[in-house]
């Protein structure tokens, strides 16, 4: 086992609460100018300044009789690597021609009414193989490793019946397993109905209930239950029936809420007591309440508006109003593909108002809370994983100053170098 010392560093770090930071908490940072930390084994041992991290080397050092091995970080800002919450990034096929038809004034969810949007990427993951399906997939997660992200969830959600709900969940398994980074899979049979239920649509919910929920519980292959609770696609009682439902066999949850229509998904999720509630671009101050009651994470995904030609979800108001902000990509073939987390942040930043600190929470430390990694990533802090980047920069600001562009030198996760 070695013993990395990573010296010479700004160091910015958000630091694990009891819940996720919320209110003036949500910009609470940890720095050290001259800063340092020890990584053991993958995970972070100390950290702070030269002097304390140097006495637990000395101690580590003597105790395992090893020559730690030393990295001169050269005044660059280090940060934890981006733990993005909210992604769709098991897919076979992108859907630029959609993109085409969006920019000529079709809406998202015409679209999808007229069978294309999330119901083409169905046609696609059901016909591809899982070894397909892998690669197609794989190479999306290492774009995003490329800019930061040491932690993803991806959702299922493009396979609307029950066999390819599970291929899709046996691939995103697989992802976890052959890529560098940390994967969290949601089960989101609930993402849209099947054409071939669209004149019955209750009974694709009953298939939910009594088929896929129960054998996604039973393979143990998914931590989260999301449902797209939205106009035409799943009402508020639907929804609160799977999640209920999901609840008992043991998933936790999580909603797509309010993206498009202010439905009361913000509510449910309150009610619920959901993990996260995300887009929320429509989400009314009593459904923000709500969030801020249940201490539900609001995950906000400034790429989907910007792509959609949407306003901003309101951040400053969440914030104001004590519901803790996280910030995703939402990474997915229709209304956004994209892959970076500093482009978000610099979204976040510039179109929602958030200062870099506040983004930088959201960008990691909500994020973790946002898909239950708290205790494992989103902070700098002794016992976590040792996953962070080194930035081209003094500070965190730099993701918005250097807006467009990859303000980093690299990349690392569990104390390895992986871009
Ligand atoms: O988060 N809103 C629903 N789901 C995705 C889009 C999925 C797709 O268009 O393929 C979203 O925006
Ligand atoms: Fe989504």
Redesign the pocket.
């Known amino acids: 086992m070695t013993i990395k010392f990573f010296r010479n560093a700004r160091v910015y770090t958000p630091r694990t609460g009891e819940t996720p930071a919320s209110g003036t908490a949500q910009a609470h940072i940890d720095q050290w100018p001259k800063g340092c930390f020890l990584v053991m084994n993958g995970r972070v041992t100390a950290v702070g300044t030269e002097r304390d991290v140097r006495e637990s080397l000395a101690a580590e050092a003597l105790r395992m009789d090893r020559e730690p091995k030393e990295y001169d970080l050269d005044g660059a800002a280090v940060i934890p690597g981006f733990v993005d919450p ?1 992604t ?1 990034a098991c ?1 076979a096929a992108k ?1 630029e021609e959609e993109f085409s038809m969006r920019l000529a004034g079709k809406s ?1 969810l015409d679209i ?1 009414r007229a069978g294309g ?2 119901l083409s ?1 169905v046609r696609h993951v059901r016909s591809a193989s899982e070894d397909e399906l892998f690669r197609f997939s794989r190479r999306l997660l290492e774009t995003t490793l490329h800019y930061g992200t040491t932690t993803i969830e991806v959702k299922s ?2 396979g609307l019946n029950t066999d390819t709900e599970l291929k899709m969940l046996r691939v995103i398994r697989r992802l976890g397993l052959e890529t560098p980074q940390s994967v969290v899979p949601t089960f ?1 049979g609930a ?2 109905v099947p054409e071939e239920y669209r004149s019955h649509p209750d009974d694709y919910t009953a298939l939910l209930l009594n088929e896929m929920l129960p054998a996604v519980a039973w393979q143990h292959i998914a931590r989260f239950c999301d449902v ?1 609770c ?1 106009e035409g ?1 799943f009402s508020v009682e639907q929804s609160r029936a799977i999640l209920h439902k999901a609840r008992e066999v043991g998933l936790r949850v999580k909603m ?1 809420a309010d ?2 229509h202010d439905l009361g998904g913000a509510a449910l999720a309150g009610e619920v007591r959901a993990a996260s509630a ?2 929320l671009l429509a989400a009314s101050d009593a459904g923000i309440d709500a969030l801020a009651r249940g201490g539900v994470v609001a995950v906000l ?1 400034p790429a ?1 508006a910007y792509s ?1 030609k949407k306003p901003f979800a309101r951040a400053r108001t969440m914030i104001e109003k004590g519901a803790p902000v996280a910030l995703a990509t ?1 990474l ?5 593909f994209c892959e970076s987390m500093p482009f978000v942040v610099s979204l976040a930043v510039m179109g929602m108002d958030l200062t870099p600190e506040e983004a930088l929470v959201g960008a990691t430390l909500n994020a973790a809370w946002a898909i239950g990694m708290e205790r494992e990533v989103g902070s700098l802090e002794p016992g976590k994983l040792a996953d962070f980047i080194v930035l081209d920069g003094e500070s965190p600001a730099v993701l918005a100053y250097a807006s467009g562009s990859r303000p980093i030198r690299s990349v690392w996760k569990r104390g390895e170098k992986v871009a």
């Open positions: 909210h769709h897919f859907r998202y999808l949007g999330i990427s959600g493009y989101m993402h849209a797209f939205e696609v797509h993206e498009v995300e887009h995904l989907t959609l939402d997915n073939p229709g209304s956004c």
